[in-house]
């Protein structure tokens, strides 16, 4: 009985990096898939970076689409993107529209120290999730 017993547990440990494998690969997939839409959509092919995703999403929350934008509200476009990205996970609120229709988030949680691919990682995944949403991507 204790054989079965200890088989039966290696085999559902076993079973842990599948699913996360899958989960990989799905994210994979998706994010490829977007960044092919997106990229036709707003860069003739040429694959959009990261960078240029969050951008598009910051213009997007903004909702001013047509405008052009200095370098520091650029980068202002960008923090409301990962404000936006990152407020499922519990790392921002939105609190309020300031008068000139930007949006403000508050911290909720201090992001934890993550190194640059783990970064990376939860951002795609935050990314495809936005788009899974609006249903740009299935």
Same mark, same amino acid.
Not at 20 to 43: A, G, H, P, Y
Not at 52 to 66: D, M, P, T, W
Not at 128 to 133: A, D, K, S, T
């Given at each position: 009985?204790?054989?079965? +017993?200890? &088989?039966? *547990?290696?085999?559902?440990? &076993?079973? $842990?990096?599948?699913?996360?494998?899958?989960? +990989?690969? $799905?994210?994979?997939?998706?994010?490829?898939?977007?960044?092919?839409?997106?990229?036709?959509?707003?860069? $003739?092919? =040429? +694959? %959009? +970076?990261?960078? !240029?995703?969050?951008?598009?999403?910051? #213009?997007?929350?903004?909702?001013? #689409? *047509?405008?052009?934008?200095?370098?520091? =509200?650029?980068?202002?476009?960008? *923090?409301? !993107?990962?404000?936006? /990205? /990152?407020?499922?996970?519990?790392?921002?609120?939105?609190?309020?529209?300031?008068?000139?229709?930007?949006? *403000?988030?508050? #911290?909720?949680?201090?992001?934890?120290? %993550?190194? !640059?691919?783990?970064?990376?990682?939860?951002?795609?995944? !935050?990314? #495809?999730?936005?788009? /899974?949403?609006?249903?740009?991507?299935?």
């Amino acid at each position: 009985m204790k054989i079965g +017993d200890t &088989n039966l *547990h290696l085999k559902i440990i &076993n079973l $842990q990096p599948k699913i996360e494998m899958s989960r +990989d690969t $799905q994210l994979k997939e998706r994010w490829e898939q977007l960044v092919t839409i997106l990229s036709n959509q707003f860069s $003739q092919g =040429e +694959d %959009l +970076d990261l960078d !240029a995703i969050i951008y598009l999403i910051g #213009v997007q929350e903004l909702g001013k #689409v *047509h405008s052009e934008y200095k370098k520091d =509200e650029k980068l202002n476009l960008m *923090h409301i !993107a990962i404000c936006r /990205l /990152l407020e499922p996970y519990g790392f921002y609120e939105f609190e309020f529209f300031d008068e000139e229709g930007w949006p *403000h988030y508050k #911290v909720k949680e201090e992001l934890p120290p %993550l190194k !640059a691919g783990e970064q990376s990682v939860l951002m795609k995944e !935050a990314i #495809v999730n936005y788009f /899974l949403e609006r249903k740009l991507i299935d």
